[in-house]
């Protein structure tokens, strides 16, 4: 079973930046797509970014030009670098990891955008 391990989640201002981190228990080249998704109460799962095997990477409008994804095959990681981090980037943010259309996901780690 794919585990997907997410960390780096937390408390930051307006304007301020987060790194999140995704390890997988396995290659991560086995699979199709991987990326980050993140959620708010009462709304649906959104996608935020995601990088396929061949490096191909698609963002959200809403974060384009502030986050960028960064593979470590070595590390089994796959990282989502936030830069000038506004409220309502506030929410759950959940690795995710597909092989065809069987989807995999990581617990979710919990970033606040608050002064």
């Known amino acids: 079973q794919v585990q997907l391990v997410e960390s780096g989640g937390g408390l930051v201002q307006p304007g301020g930046s987060l790194r999140l981190s995704c390890e997988a228990s396995?290659?991560?080249?086995?699979?199709?797509?991987m990326g980050w998704y993140r959620q708010v109460p009462g709304k649906e799962r959104e996608l935020v970014a995601t990088?396929?095997?061949?490096?191909?990477?698609n963002f959200a409008d809403s974060v384009r030009g502030r986050f960028t994804l960064f593979r470590d095959g070595a590390k089994r990681t796959v990282d989502l670098a936030m830069q000038n981090l506004q409220p309502e980037d506030t929410a759950v943010y959940y690795c995710?990891?597909?092989?065809?259309?069987?989807?995999?996901w990581g617990e979710g780690t919990l970033v606040t955008v608050s002064s």
């Open positions: 396995e290659n991560i080249f086995n699979f199709n797509e």
């Open positions: 990088i396929n095997v061949g490096g191909t990477k």
């Open positions: 995710n990891a597909r092989i065809l259309r069987k989807n995999f």
